[in-house]
């Protein structure tokens, strides 16, 4: 199930799934995003290992690495959506961060000047 909520994820970078499985598969995923930063043979054949999907691990190792070149770790973001309306279980989105809005939070401006002084 984890191996095919990892591979969801970064084939459509933006899925939606429990709380729960979420927060297992933060973890999964940053170690995958670091692979792929690594770039080896042995890397890419770690990955295959888990991912099963060649296109995927392509794509990992090239347009999602790339991305996350500079950047140490906190690949993934967690945002709470909605409650199931069976079971009323906590849903969220998990999706990649984009290229220029993984580290800058929203900071009022008279904080923003404040810390630059």
């Known amino acids: 199930m984890f191996r095919n909520l990892v591979t969801s994820l970064l084939e459509h970078e933006r899925i939606e799934t429990t709380a729960a499985k979420a927060k297992e598969i933060r973890g999964i995923t940053e170690k995958m995003i670091t692979l792929g930063k690594e770039g080896s043979l ?5 990955a295959l290992d888990f991912i099963r999907k060649k296109d995927i691990v392509s794509k990992l ?3 999602v ?10 690949y993934i973001r967690i945002i709470p959506t909605r409650r199931r309306p069976g ?3 906590e849903l ?10 993984a580290i800058a939070p929203d900071v009022p ?6 810390k630059a002084s």
Do not use: K
């Not at 042995?42 to 770690?46: D, G, L, M, Q, T």
């Not at 969220?92 to 809005?101: K, P």
């Open 109 to 114: 401006e008279s904080v923003a000047e404040d």
């Open 87 to 89: 079971d009323a279980a």
């Open 42 to 46: 042995h890397a890419r054949r770690r």
């Open 61 to 63: 190792f090239g347009d």
């Open 92 to 101: 969220v989105a998990v999706e990649l961060i984009e290229r220029g809005s």
């Open 65 to 74: 690495a790339g991305r996350f070149r500079r950047q140490t770790g906190g």
